[in-house]
């Protein structure tokens, strides 16, 4: 598993058709437009062993798309951040306008970072608050579980359970191919703090009762959130397969937009400039440890405060291509009504990962 993303992630970085793009978050990115990879779940949970990746985030942020939630405090107060920095940037305007943050704060700045801190910290502390500015939109849990509708023959806003919807469906017809659940509804989406990046899923299943689930995903940011869709969508295979009364087979995840981003400022500007020789060095690249040289020649020659750098994920993604992926290891989850589900009912047995590296996410 943890191959594919390697081979995808040199892919975005030397491909000819891969692109330097200004971002819409302030960072430039390394870009490529369509690519798929397919994991069999019968060989193992496809979670990344090349970083220690943060599963009890990837299972609660799960769990809280199953629920239907969309506020921010039950991620907060099981030390699941994921979500904070575009709650945070979505509600601040409105935060600042009551005088609770200050209105010069910048972007990225350590101000904007402790900002963001004091931002989760009262989420956790106060409900009453929490009610008010933690509120990320209309985003997954309300499309997978209360997608909304006017219905002109009723004269009314009609809600639909989509992910109960497919789960049904698939019960009555397994091998259909109309069991799809859409999280990117048009008249939400200026709503949202992030329109979906993950965008529609569909599920289909053989003769034998072997479930097969495929994700479109329109914007992946393949180094920090990109390990996480992988892992939390393999977790919904098994979740749906269990509750359809079926056996997980295989997780396809189809991309849109692929990328890397390549810090902010001076740095993300040295990227654009020198990507063409970033590429050629990356190709150049005949084992693994050499990939460590390009980091380090790109940390000689980059310039960078330490603010800057901690958003260039191109120096990440090279460290972690430099090590050797370990066995995969087995997911495990109770059979429970998806919506009951909660944080001890997923357990991940023989995961042996490299340690983590750490980058921050653009927003």
Known sequence: MAQQYLDHSKAILTSPRSNFKGGSKGSGIISLFGYQNEYDLRQGYPLLTTKKMA?????????WFLRGDTNIKYLEDNNCPVWRPD???DNLPGMQKEGIFPENIVKYSADWDKAMQEYGQRIREDADFAARWGDAGPIYGKQWRRWEYFDHDKNMFVEIDQLGKMINGLKKKPTGKKHIVDSWNP??????SLPPCHVLYQATANEEGELELQLYQRSCDQFLGVPFNISSYAALTHVIAQEAGMVPKTFIHTFGDSHFYAGIGKRTQWH???????????????Q????????EWINKTAPGDGNEEKYDHVTAILEQMSREPKPMPTLHVARKPFDQLS???????????HPPIRRSMAV
């Open 187 to 192: 008249g939400d989406t200026p709503k949202m």
């Open 272 to 286: 654009k400039e020198n990507f063409r020789e970033v590429q050629q060095r990356i190709r150049s690249v005949s």
């Open 288 to 295: 693994r440890d050499e990939y460590l040289e390009v980091v």
């Open 55 to 63: 599963t009890r985030s990837v299972f609660h942020e799960t769990i």
């Open 87 to 89: 709650a945070f940037q």
């Open 343 to 353: 944080i001890d009912d997923f357990v991940v047995e023989n995961y042996d990962p």
